[in-house]
């Protein structure tokens, strides 16, 4: 008898009993489909973090206020601070940094005509577009004459044309009302996506960092300082390089702590490196859970199936099945109940993933590699908890079995 | 007796379940395969089935029970015999060994030209598949199949085609005259139907002996009528059938009556009735 032959006859069997089947492979089906999603998220995250080092580069630094996340959360806001004389001294005194970029921001109403949004305004210098990697796709940036006039000008980050239901092309050289001051548009910058480890930079509007400092916010507290460092130079003699300028400047007592932190963007991606390893094991433990429970599940049917059935392997046996068919039947069986559950699940993974990415604007990537891993794990699933009722059945005695009812 | 038959059947049932030791005691021996050189007293052509001194035991613990004490029997090509007993007088074991269910204790059973009684497990499903049409009482069909799925359901353990499979099981299907009920299941069949179903699964592979068990047991008068005269169609076209009854006027159909009790065969003759 066939293999093909042995799958019809377990396609029959798990139709005749469509709703006990369905409920056997239900828990191989949430299983794999929590895997599935769990993996692309995993795999999204992943991609997404190495697209950003890519194009940010490992050899910019960024300086925040505060102490390090490791001690217990960053300090209060108003005791700490980062200002224009920090950056200033930076760039006077550190040795081995190319470029430093001020980012003074808060967040402000932003007007144009009758639509009304909230956005974060982050006032800067010219060299902020070269150090983050970021481009433009209408107008110019902020130039130095710019920033020596303290002129009201605007780029936009990509997201903003869109929240005022605005044109890009339309809205450069247009009027738009930050915190009741007029700006005039410049540009508006290409997209970023997604961002780890800092505020969404598409949604941000940029402005020069004089105007900030002293027509709109009348404050010289950065939220962020980001560091350029020079070729040749090692990242970490660069942080040690700004922890003595900064330390300095603040007058902070040898011994005592920072109060600012210097981060490593190679950090981020460790951090989410560490995520994603973390939510690895936490699947392969779903992983493990469902798939054993889903074995006893289908192992507890078999088992019921075969005493169910004990007069239809009686008959099978006296019309000439050997043990070895019978023994077969009930593996395939098993397996294809396995099997069911694992495309079902990829099924309900694929779609959950698609959902997800979708409703959350979150990179999620289902490999090919994961379902093909499903794929092999639900069979074999099947067919260890098929193993030992198929031998039951296969060493029943047909005399008995015929009697069976 | 029917008692012990009763409490062996429950001891049975739990091997499913766990390690049980088995109760009836079967001589490794028997297990292997055919010596080639018993092969020489092979009986004379024509001769289908030839019993030589079968016997079967049960042990039973502190007892042993004889079901089968000595049975000596032959059968010609073409017969349409009749084994009768009441319970209890060793018919269904008789049976069970024709039908290659089970082999004897002691004793060689020989079918078409080949002893039986030593084949292992495989070679025994293999004979059954090729040389034996079983028709039982309830049937016994595949309720989740239908009538065609269910005729063809031996030719798959043959080995045999798809397409081939298909037209021998039509075939069997008009033979019986249920041409026009391929794609009915069991459910949607009446009682005389299934069992004519059950008739040509029987028939499909073309077997030795057709092995009908009180066929017509389930079956109303009429029914059974019908049924009957479905068997000598049959042996009219050849077959070779052996019924194993104890109604008198399902028998009185046969062409030879033999009778068991206490596993001997008390009568064997043939009936005159033609």
Redesign the interface.
């Known amino acids: 008898?066939?293999l093909l032959?042995s799958i019809r006859i377990a396609l029959?069997?798990i139709?005749?009993n469509a709703l006990r089947s369905a409920l056997t492979i239900l828990m191989i089906v949430i299983g794999v489909g929590c895997v599935i999603i769990g993996a692309a998220f995993g795999s999204g995250t992943q991609a997404a973090v190495q697209e950003q080092m890519n194009t940010l580069g490992t050899n910019v630094l960024s300086i925040w206020p505060g102490q390090s996340f490791g001690r217990g959360g960053v300090a209060s806001s108003n005791r700490v601070s980062l200002t224009i004389d920090d950056y200033d001294a930076l760039r006077r005194d550190s040795q081995f940094l190319s470029a430093v970029v001020p980012e003074l921001r808060s967040g402000r109403q932003v007007k144009f005509g009758n639509k009304n949004i909230y956005g974060t305004v982050t006032g800067t210098t010219p060299n902020y577009m070269a150090v983050n990697n970021r481009e433009l796709t209408h107008g110019r940036m902020i130039t130095q004459s710019d920033l020596a006039a303290r002129r009201r000008v605007a780029v936009l980050g990509y997201s903003i044309p869109t929240s005022l239901e605005f044109a890009p092309t339309s809205l450069l050289g247009r009027d738009i009302s930050i915190g009741r001051i007029i700006f005039k548009v410049i540009g508006v910058f290409a997209e970023v996506g997604s961002s780890y480890g800092g505020p969404s930079v598409d949604d941000a509007i940029y402005i020069p960092l004089t105007t900030a400092r002293f027509r709109v916010f009348g404050s010289d507290r950065l939220g962020s300082l980001s560091a350029e460092v020079k070729e040749n130079i090692g990242v970490d003699m660069a942080m040690v390089d700004i922890e003595r300028v900064l330390r300095r400047e603040h007058k902070i007592r040898p011994g005592d702590p920072n109060d600012f932190t210097i981060m490593n963007r190679g950090v981020f991606s460790d951090m989410m490196q560490s995520i994603t390893s973390t939510l690895s094991t936490y699947i392969i433990g779903i992983l493990a859970i469902s798939l054993l429970i889903g074995a006893i599940g289908i192992l507890s049917i078999m088992l019921v199936s075969?005493?169910e059935r004990?007069?239809?392997i009686?008959?099978?046996?006296?019309?000439?099945?050997?043990?070895?068919?019978i023994l077969t039947q009930f593996i395939v069986e098993a397996i294809t109940l396995g099997a069911l559950g694992g495309l079902f699940g990829i099924i309900l993974g694929w779609l959950g993933s698609e959902a997800i990415s979708s409703q959350f604007d979150m990179p999620l990537i289902v490999e090919m590699q994961t379902v093909l891993i499903a794929v092999a794990v639900s069979v074999s699933v099947g067919f260890l908890a098929g193993v030992w009722p198929a031998y039951?059945a296969s060493?029943?005695?047909?005399?008995?079995a015929?009697?069976?009812d | 007796m029917f008692e012990n038959e009763e409490k062996r059947?429950e001891v049975?049932?739990i091997?499913?379940w766990g390690s049980y030791k088995p109760t009836r005691s079967i001589d490794k021996t028997l297990m292997a395969t055919p010596d080639p050189s018993a092969s020489t007293d092979s009986p004379p052509a024509g001769q289908v089935i030839d019993l030589q001194s079968i016997h079967k035991n049960y042990d039973m613990g502190s007892e042993t029970i004889h079901a089968l004490n000595g049975v000596d029997c032959r059968m010609e090509v073409n017969e349409y015999v009749a084994i009768m007993g009441p319970s209890g007088s060793g018919k269904s074991t008789l049976m069970?060994i024709i039908?290659c269910?089970?082999r004897p204790s002691t004793g060689e059973y020989w079918l078409a030209g080949e002893n039986v009684s030593k084949l292992n497990?495989?070679a025994l499903?293999?004979v059954?598949?090729?040389m034996i049409g079983?028709v039982?009482q309830t049937f016994?069909?595949?309720s989740?199949?239908n009538a065609l799925q269910n005729v063809e359901?031996?030719l798959?353990?043959?080995?045999i085609g798809r397409r081939e499979r298909r037209n021998r099981a039509l075939e069997a299907l008009e033979r019986v005259g249920l041409g026009d009920r391929t794609f009915h299941k069991p459910s949607e069949l009446s009682g005389g139907q299934r069992q004519r179903v059950a008739v040509a699964?029987a028939l499909v592979?073309d077997p030795a002996i057709l092995l009908a068990d009180e066929p017509t047991g389930n079956l109303d008068t009429r029914t059974g009528e019908d049924i009957m005269a479905l068997f000598e169609e049959l042996y009219s076209a050849g077959q070779t059938i052996i019924l194993v009854t104890h109604e008198p006027e399902i028998a009185v159909r046969a062409k030879r009556h033999i009778h068991l009790r206490d596993g001997e065969v008390t009568e064997d003759y043939l009936v005159e009735n033609g």
């Open positions: 008898m066939s032959e029959g069997a139709r005749g075969v005493t004990t007069r239809e009686g008959v099978r046996k006296a019309l000439g099945a050997t043990r070895g068919n039951l060493r029943l005695d047909p005399i008995e015929l009697r069976h | 059947f049975r049932r091997k499913l069970n039908g269910l089970d497990d495989k499903a293999r059954r598949n090729r079983f039982f016994n069909l595949l989740k199949s359901t031996p798959l353990y043959s080995g699964r592979n």
